[in-house]
Nanobody, 122 residues
């Protein structure tokens, strides 16, 4: 499966953005999907994930209550709604897919798409 993230941009603190991850090649319904981010000089952070079935979700503590991950299998797209953005949310955001296994295991994620840059100004 090939993934392409979009929707990043420049936003003021407190604002919102919605990222989209479009898939091609295979149906997303078979995959758990994750969003990761990486800020300059920092390690990649596992931000959110949604299990392939049942809609079970995971959020990092740093985004819990502000970000929402969702999927539209008919559109083969996964979204990350980001509200109440903070300057510390500034990073390149990546989507990735995991086939089978524990959807909370970040090591299972691959098929990395190109990132989309989110910049939050104070």
């Amino acid at each position: 499966v090939q993934l392409q993230a979009s929707g990043g941009g420049l936003v003021q603190a407190g604002g919102s953005l919605r990222l989209a991850c479009a898939a091609s090649g295979r149906t997303l319904s078979l995959y758990s999907m994750g969003w990761f981010r990486q800020a300059p000089g920092k390690e990649r952070e596992f931000v959110a994930a949604i299990r392939w079935a049942g809609g079970i979700t995971y959020y990092a503590d740093s985004v819990k209550g502000r970000f929402t991950i969702s999927r539209d299998n008919a559109q083969n797209t996964v979204y990350l709604q980001m509200n109440s953005l903070k300057p510390e949310d500034t990073a390149a955001y990546y989507c990735a897919a995991a086939f089978g296994g524990d959807f909370l295991d970040r090591r299972r994620y691959g098929n990395w798409g190109q990132g989309t840059l989110v910049t939050v100004s104070s």
